[in-house]
């Protein structure tokens, strides 16, 4: 099983205005959700981006265009991501709401509203309101049901907006009037912290239900303050989840605050305070050991009880559904921008010039890709001067807005330019993209920043030498306390000087002292032919020393056509075939070894490691060694089979042939003609060793190699194996496969009658083969069939072998009486198998009641014939519903141990004991 999980490159969605303040304008992204009144809302596939000083465009991330705008001041600035409300109200009509908060002048609070109804033109609102009470920044905004009945107004949604110190306010969702103010002691009501000595840092809004699911499951105490039911569909009030950190300690609180209720709110007027459902502090990180002035970034999953946190290159994971709040993983990414939760068992991070998707759980990499997007600076559409300072360092880097689990796409921005993310993760069961890191995507991909601690981390303890063997002893490989780049040092120096014969000595003593000679001869070139068939062990050991081989054996150049293919640029012919018939030459740890030295090397396109065994050794004996005993997917087995039936002509002439055309090209110097004579000469040798090899002791290696890849294709799942026959072969080249399982069938007798004594035809003696291979044969075929399609079969596209489209039809005409015929032989031998089932189970059991001596090997019994006791003539018929009768033993054991002899009397008894009641049969004695 291979990996699934991999990032395209980004791409640019949208290219955003520069902000009037180069030095210090920002961007602020926000979420559109929509709906309709009395609904749930669910977040859109779009964006509402605002630019410092230019004002604010909602963008479509799908469709990658720009659906509205609205201007802002100059002078104003923002202080929060805004918030952005699609209602469909009646059949045709839309109305859009987009609130924003701007710290300018006068720090105040607007709307833009634009009413859509069918194609008549749009009638935009915009209102603004100053901010009241507290001057505070506002740092989170957020829409949340209306406090209100629906006669008084048609408006459904508030604003709910939350305050660096504290203070919590809603606002009306049409007008902007202050509905009810929250002050901020009421978070810290009953904590020792007091007023004016915490920040909010963090603020997000979410209901009841959900959080019943995770950060409050099981504290049915918390619930109890409610005076009704939480349902999903029923009673479901909002509840913020906050995040403060103290002045003074740098110490944390996690605070879930309700907000106040209808009646209460209405009661009271606009002062009323939040209830705090909940307060804990968190835990501080071991990697954080003094307090920074850093701003850290949150992500809050309410139904999983997730929170996480970066800080000073510190991912860390919080588990919020026990009773306290505690360290669930840590991981540490050495120049972590930004980071964006895309399901419980992966994480993207960006750095500084490339995004990492990382996996918690296993502390491991799933994903890079670079962030390079090759823009032209100078083609900007605004000229900018020298001087110029607007976030230098943020063209290497970029910030995670959102990730829209629907299309697969995570969003960032880059400089002024909002990118994109496609991401390519596994499929559940109901056919839905789940960006979910499995077990086999971290295997091999371990964080290097992550190291395990001994001993606490103490470096300077000193470790009491013991007389015992430890742990180290038993581990497979040379895991030990020296440097790993001192254990490789002196093979990378026999890499550079090209010295085969060392290296492969120099891996015998890494891998355990064990030989890397394999059962086999080596050629004139230095190429390993392997002859034999034993089946190998499987030798364990350490890792890295296979994934170093790996990286010096292979490694990836780039053609002139700037496509990156695969080479074998060192070959040690004793390590090449060790690590073959031992199950390590595979798509995935090839990728692991060049990720070693690249880690944004390329994933290995399909084909690509069969053509470098079959461009290094000709003869096809490596390729046998790969295909018998390592792990190869299903377009890997059909890269190989193509290139076996081409060696073997079995798929004809093909338009991409070469042919010799005679030219009028110029004079040709006698110098060159002699060079070219020369190369000719040399490849005709080298061809003509080939074919006689070939044809020689050669002549098996790829027959048997053809039989191994089909058996292999053969347990791949279907759907797989007929998408790499459409991808892989040309609709040719799979008739020419069809036609191989053809004579596959006919070798193999399957289409002889079993009934027919007159056949003249009799079968092959060296087409020997297991009892399944029709199964193998029938699966390929269908999937063949299916990969043609009947489109292909209906308008004549499936070109035999020799090119002809007129005998489609009789090709499938032969293939129907040919599949007859077999099942006509399979109906005949289960009908034979029904006449003889009796006789076979009774030879069985005489065979099982024959006394069997312990001295005998198993060789010598198969080898001797069976003896049975001389019967009378009256009684050699057929055993047909006769059982099978077990020898009386001549011998007996007594009581005492002693062993005696039967006599005449003891056996007639024995014999008499086993007639049955009501039969009737003749005793010889």
């Not at 987009?98 to 749009?122: A, H, K």
């Not at 499987?538 to 496509?563: C, N, P, Q, Y």
Request: aromatic share 6%; with cysteine; net charge negative.
């Amino acid at each position: 099983m291979s990996s699934r999980f991999a990032l395209q490159n980004p791409y640019v969605v949208a290219s955003l205005p520069r902000p009037i303040d180069r030095s210090n304008g920002r961007y602020v992204v926000g979420e559109v959700y929509g709906g309709v009144p009395g609904s749930k809302k669910r977040k859109r596939s779009e964006l509402a981006v605002g630019i410092d000083g230019e004002g604010i465009n909602l963008y479509d991330v799908s469709a990658s265009r720009l659906i509205t705008s609205y201007a802002l001041p100059p002078q104003s600035f923002f202080t929060c991501p805004p918030t952005s409300l699609r209602t469909r109200i009646l059949k045709g009509a839309v109305e859009r709401c987009t609130y924003v908060s701007t710290n300018g002048p006068n720090p105040q609070i607007t709307r833009f509203s634009e009413l859509t109804e069918g194609s008549t033109p749009s009638r935009s609102v915009t209102t603004t309101c100053k901010v009241e009470s507290s001057q505070q920044p506002i740092i989170y905004m957020g829409t949340i049901t209306a406090i209100r009945s629906s006669e008084v107004s048609k408006n459904t949604s508030d604003l709910l907006v939350v305050k660096e110190d504290g203070e919590i306010q809603c606002h009306d969702g049409e007008s902007l009037q202050v509905k009810w103010t929250s002050p901020p002691s009421a978070l810290v009501r009953d904590s020792s912290t007091r007023f004016g000595e915490f920040v909010v840092e963090f603020a997000h809004l979410t209901n009841a239900h959900s959080a019943s699911q995770g950060i409050l499951r099981g504290r049915q105490d918390v619930f109890a303050l409610f005076d009704q039911e939480i349902s999903e569909d029923g009673f479901n009030p909002e509840i913020v989840v906050i995040i403060t950190q103290s002045k003074d300690d740098a110490k944390r609180t996690l605070h879930i605050v309700s907000l106040p209720r209808r009646s209460v709110a209405k009661l009271n007027g606009p002062k009323h305070s939040v209830d705090c459902l909940l307060a804990a502090e968190l835990p501080s990180s071991t990697s954080l050991k003094t307090p920074t002035r850093l701003s850290a970034s949150f992500s809050v999953q309410v139904s999983a009880g997730i929170l996480q946190s970066l800080e000073n290159d510190v991912l860390t994971t919080f588990d919020l559904s026990d009773t306290l709040p505690k360290i669930q993983s840590t991981l540490v990414s050495i120049g972590a921008r930004s980071f964006l939760r895309l399901s419980s068992t992966s994480i993207m991070v960006s750095s500084d010039g490339c995004i990492n998707v990382y996996n918690p759980k296993y502390q491991s990499k799933l994903a890079t890709v670079e962030l390079g997007l090759g823009l032209n600076i100078d083609s900007l559409k605004r000229k900018r001067d020298d001087s110029e300072t607007f976030n230098r360092d943020a063209g290497s880097s970029c910030k995670f807005i959102t990730y829209f689990q629907k299309i697969g796409v995570a969003v960032a921005i880059s400089d002024n330019h909002l990118l994109g993310l496609q991401v390519e993760g596994q499929h559940d069961a109901h056919g839905k993209l789940r960006a979910a890191g499995l077990l086999i995507d971290s295997i091999g991909r371990s964080v290097k920043e992550n190291e395990r601690s001994v001993l606490g981390g103490s470096e300077s303890k000193k470790l009491r030498p013991l007389s015992c063997e430890t742990l180290e002893a038993y581990l497979p490989g040379s895991i030990g306390d020296t440097r790993w780049e001192n254990q490789i040092s002196e093979a990378e120096n026999l890499v550079s000087e090209e010295n085969v014969e060392e290296f492969d000595k120099f891996m015998i003593s890494r891998l355990g002292g064990r030989t890397l000679m394999v059962n086999g001869t080596h050629t004139k070139d230095g190429k390993k032919k392997s002859r034999d068939k034993k089946s190998q062990v499987r030798v364990d050991v350490d890792r890295r020393w296979v994934l170093f081989a790996l990286s010096k054996i292979f490694t990836m150049s780039e053609t002139e056509a700037g496509e990156f293919v695969l080479e074998i640029s060192f070959y040690p012919p004793n390590t090449f075939m060790w690590l073959s018939t031992n199950g390590y030459m595979t798509v995935t740890n090839i990728e692991s070894a060049l990720r070693s030295k690249d880690p944004f090397a390329k994933s290995l396109a399909a084909g690509q490691l069969v053509d470098a065994i079959v461009e290094m050794d000709p003869d096809m004996d490596l390729l046998l060694a790969v295909l018998a005993k390592n792990y190869l997917g299903a377009a890997e087995l059909l890269h190989a089979i193509r290139r076996l039936m081409a060696s073997l002509d079995f798929l004809g002439e093909t338009p991409n042939t070469k042919q010799g055309l005679l030219t009028n090209g110029g004079e040709i110097r006698s110098e060159d003609i002699e060079e070219q004579l020369a190369t000719l000469e040399a490849e005709a040798e080298q061809y003509l060793e080939l074919a006689e090899y070939q044809l020689g002791p050669g002549s098996g290696v790829r027959s048997d190699a053809l039989s191994v890849a089909l058996s292999k294709l053969y347990r791949c799942p279907n759907g797989e194996i007929t998408q790499g026959l459409q991808t892989t072969f040309t609709t040719q080249e799979i008739v020419g496969l069809v036609y191989l399982l053809r004579f596959e069938l006919s070798r193999g007798s399957w289409i002889t009658r079993y009934l027919q004594s007159d056949d003249a035809e009799t079968a092959d003696t060296d087409a020997e083969g297991p009892n399944n291979a029709i199964v193998l044969i029938s699966s390929l075929l269908n999937n063949c069939v299916d990969a043609v399609g009947a489109g292909g079969w209906l308008i004549g596209e499936a070109r035999l072998v020799d090119g002809d489209p007129f005998e489609a039809e009789d090709l499938i005409h032969s293939l129907k009486l040919e599949v007859s015929a077999a099942l006509e032989g399979i109906e005949e031998a289960v009908y034979l198998k029904g006449l003889t089932a009796e006789m076979i189970r009774y030879g069985d059991g005489v065979q099982a009641a024959l006394p069997k001596p312990s001295s005998e090997t198993q060789t010598e019994k198969r080898s001797k014939p069976i003896i049975l006791p001389a019967l009378g003539q009256d009684i050699r018929t057929l055993p047909l519903g006769l059982k099978a009768e077990k020898q009386i033993s001549l011998l007996k054991v007594a009581a005492g141990g002693a062993v005696y002899q039967r006599t005449r009397r003891d056996i007639g008894h024995l014999k008499s004991q086993k007639v049955g009641k009501y039969s009737r049969e003749r005793i010889l004695v």
